[in-house]
């Protein structure tokens, strides 16, 4: 089992960056795929971005790739997203979620396939 908490979020105007933390407790988070999630007022939560238990590899939605960029330490037991060139669209509390470390499973965008949360943390980019 691993609990999850995010950080970093907050107000920031469209062109600004942002990185996002998220801290995991227990020893075997090495073990575990990580993925990041959002959730705007009246959507459904929607994958963000996927990162594999080594941070080797990565997978990205459309909207954000070649903007965010996610990573992980494993020595720290954190894994990261840093965003860039913000949009208003981009607006939402992000969660951190963590999964089984299987080959490819970093590609998974469901929120049914991810077994832990955080509480999410609020990211405003106003225009």
């Known amino acids: 089992q691993v609990q999850l908490v995010e950080s970093g979020g907050g107000l920031v105007q469209a062109g600004d960056s942002l990185r996002l933390s998220c801290a995991a407790s227990?020893?075997?988070?090495?073990?575990?795929?990580m993925g990041w999630f959002r959730q705007a007022p009246g959507k459904e939560r929607e994958f963000v971005a996927g990162?594999?238990?080594?941070?080797?590899?990565?997978y990205y939605a459309d909207s954000v790739q070649g903007r965010f960029t996610g990573s992980r330490d494993n020595a720290q037991n954190t894994v990261y997203l840093q965003m860039n060139s913000l949009k208003p669209e981009d607006t939402a509390v992000y969660y951190c979620?963590?999964?089984?470390?299987?080959?490819?499973?970093?590609?998974?965008?469901?929120?049914?396939?991810?077994?832990?949360w955080g509480q999410g943390t609020q990211v405003t980019v106003s225009s």
């Open positions: 227990g020893r075997t988070f090495s073990s575990y795929t």
């Open positions: 979620a963590a999964g089984p470390g299987s080959s490819s499973y970093y590609r998974r965008t469901s929120v049914a396939e991810y077994d832990y």
């Open positions: 990162i594999s238990w080594n941070g080797v590899s990565t």
